[in-house]
């Protein structure tokens, strides 16, 4: 289950519905989906070959149709990020950068944890959402954010795309976000 911590208030949120409305104040999409469909000798691994990961998305088909025909997903494919990912820290870095995309950014967490930090509505300011196994969401097109791992530094989760042309990192200076840290 997803958690919420506001960077300006130290708010935390942690109950389940408080968690979806402020991320729906905020229009943000979630949803949490039950990934126990994917194999038992698949579950929790991080080390994925190509023939896994096809495996991983086929066991969560109905569930990435569901959503992919409700919002217009085109493509996706499953990410798998862990410590022994060649040059993972250089590609946190590059991740840890704010940025807008011209296309809404969707994952669905399938093993892991990651983060992703959000510019809020308003005068919200920057928020963090730690997305927990099963957990979906789609940052709006436009919206401020990056993505990075958790101190558990493992991830595998599904991206969905309505046009992966559409979805190149545009950066996004923004001084209010290096004073909310
Ligand atoms: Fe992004």
């Known amino acids: 289950m997803a958690t919420i911590k506001v ?10 519905t408080a968690v979806r409305d402020f991320l729906s104040a905020q229009e943000i999409y979630y949803e949490h989906w039950d990934v126990s469909t994917i194999p038992a000798h698949l579950q929790d691994r991080f080390d994925l070959s190509d023939g896994d990961k096809e495996t991983i998305l086929s066991s969560l088909a109905p569930m ?7 919002r217009g997903y085109v493509k996706w494919d499953l990410i798998a990020l862990s410590a022994s990912t060649p040059g993972i820290d250089e590609l946190l870095k590059k991740f840890e950068q704010v940025h807008t995309h011209t296309e809404d950014e969707v994952r669905a967490i399938a093993a892991g ?23 979906v969401i789609s940052v709006p097109e436009y919206n401020p954010h990056f993505f990075t791992l958790t101190e558990e530094r ?28």
Do not use: C, M
């Open 7 to 16: 960077r300006n208030s130290g708010t935390e949120i942690t109950d389940e």
């Open 64 to 70: 990435i149709d569901r959503l992919a025909s409700s």
């Open 113 to 135: 944890s990651g983060t992703f930090i959000i510019k809020g509505q308003g005068d919200t300011g920057y928020f963090d959402v730690r997305l927990a196994k099963g957990d």
């Open 154 to 181: 493992q991830v595998v989760a599904v991206r969905l795309f309505v046009d992966p042309a559409g979805w190149v990192a545009h950066p996004f200076a923004d001084p209010s976000f290096a004073a909310a840290l």
